[in-house]
């Protein structure tokens, strides 16, 4: 099994800045891809962000030049950096994890971008 917790969630004004961290737990030798995803109110879920094993990255078109995932992996941690937050960035961030078998979700964090 594997476990992910995130965190960074905040309030902050159009913008500005946040820095999301996902913390990968238990068998991640099983893991191959960690993603993003947020889930707006009222919205369906959708991906925002991916990083492989090897380092490729791709982003949803919405947050292209504005969003950067990266990873540690001495800390089993990825990150996701925002910038030039907007109000439709509002939502709860997920982290996934895609492993050898099924895949693993975090708790989510609530960003909120509000003027």
């Known amino acids: 099994q594997v476990q992910l917790v995130e965190s960074g969630g905040d309030l902050v004004q159009p913008g500005g800045s946040l820095r999301l961290s996902c913390a990968a737990s238990?068998?991640?030798?099983?893991?191959?891809?960690m993603k993003w995803y947020r889930q707006a109110p009222g919205k369906q879920r959708e991906y925002v962000a991916h990083i492989t094993n090897g380092g490729s990255t791709g982003y949803v078109d919405s947050v292209k030049g504005r969003f950067t995932i990266s990873r540690d992996n001495a800390k089993n941690t990825v990150y996701l950096q925002m910038n030039s937050l907007k109000p439709e960035d509002t939502a709860v961030y997920y982290c996934?994890?895609?492993?050898?078998?099924?895949?693993?979700w975090g708790q989510g964090t609530q960003v909120t971008v509000f003027s």
């Open positions: 238990g068998s991640i030798f099983n893991i191959n891809i």
């Open positions: 996934n994890a895609v492993l050898n078998f099924g895949t693993a």
